[in-house]
């Protein structure tokens, strides 16, 4: 495949496909995992992922993976767009389109998806622009709901607990998901563009304020002790404001998420077909029809709550394999043969 990024819709795609599927549940389960202590747990994993921004900036020359671990990265992103997919579809059901069947839903997404992946490229990098109004929409929506705040659920603080904070840790990876993507386009960013500094630092900041602000806000409006049985506590929240603009604020925003997560859906496939085509080339049509048709034909098993909690128990080992254990394996691996 050839194109070129700017640094702009670099940054673009990577912070979809890091937010897509996890903005509207992970201040619920994060909450669960951590307690008050989530937001200061949070500004840790804030700290976790410009790390891992610099390091991924420095050495992504190094970054030369083989055809094992391609697959194991195809094999995480399908896994990653199954689990969103079924996601999308869980919520739905409860929101939106009770009794729409799923299997309807689900084939207008995944064609949508399979037709995004047959175009150029260049379509698709585009994409992401459709998302910036959405974006400023969300932090408006937040702050609206600045008055019913209660800031003093922000202490008391039980960092001694060291399997509550391990335990918030790893939940607050689910913001990261995405994060490895950036070894695979990095190379794609016109050359003569330095990351280091300012770029990877603006783009951490929004990051972590685009997040942290969610997790505040839900933190400061329900009783942590009811947080359990608020299972997406995002939308309960907007679902209370009252606002002239529109009736129902959690439907409106429920429909700017579905088409966020779409579009983040058709990114994460163009990745699978992106580290494809490094090792085998022809038959990308093939390919492409494969993929969507295991995106169609897995995510209706899984769509209730309790096989989607199985499926999605995995996903923060596996991330930490993926994002942080397989790039430093790859890093050094090349260094030492360099050497």
């Not at 839903?105 to 992946?117: E, Q």
Request: hydrophobic share 60%; aromatic share 18%; net charge positive.
């Amino acid at each position: 495949m050839k194109f070129s990024l700017t640094p702009i819709q670099f940054f673009l795609i990577i912070f979809l496909l890091q937010s897509g599927i996890v903005f509207i549940t992970f201040q619920t389960r994060l909450l669960e995992a951590a307690g008050r202590n989530a937001w200061v747990i949070f500004i840790f994993t804030g700290v976790f992922q410009y790390l891992l921004l610099i390091l991924y900036e420095k050495q992504h020359t190094r970054f030369l993976p083989g055809p094992f671990v391609l697959l194991l990265y195809k094999l995480y992103w399908i896994y990653i767009n199954v689990l969103s997919l079924t996601n999308i579809l869980y919520s739905l059901s409860i929101w939106l389109y009770p009794n729409t069947p799923s299997i309807v839903l689900l084939l207008f997404m995944v064609i949508v998806s399979f037709y995004a992946n047959s175009c150029k490229p260049d379509t698709l990098i585009n994409l992401p622009v459709i998302i910036i109004p959405a974006i400023l929409i969300f932090f408006v929506s937040l702050l609206i709901a600045l008055p019913d705040l209660e800031w003093t659920w922000l202490f008391p603080l039980d960092l001694k607990d060291f399997e509550m904070v391990w335990n918030g840790f790893l939940t607050s990876q689910l913001t990261v998901v995405g994060l490895a993507s950036f070894l695979f386009l990095r190379k794609r960013v016109v050359s003569d563009v330095k990351m280091i500094g300012w770029p990877i630092a603006i783009y951490a900041g929004f990051w972590f304020l685009f997040f942290f602000m969610s997790l505040l806000v839900v933190q400061l409006f329900f009783p942590i002790e009811t947080i359990e049985v608020v299972p997406q506590a995002l939308l309960y929240l907007l679902k209370s404001q009252k606002v002239n603009f529109v009736e129902r604020l959690d439907l409106f925003f429920l429909f700017i998420w579905m088409m966020w997560s779409i579009i983040t859906v058709i990114l994460f496939a163009f990745l699978i077909r992106l580290v494809h085509a490094e090792t085998n080339k022809g038959k990308k049509y093939k390919f492409n029809l494969l993929i969507h048709a295991i995106f169609l034909i897995v995510p209706p098993f899984f769509s209730t709550r309790d096989r989607l909690e199985m499926i999605r128990e995995p996903l923060l080992y596996l991330h930490l394999f993926i994002v942080v254990v397989l790039p430093i394996f790859v890093f050094i691996k090349n260094r030492r043969q360099k050497t």
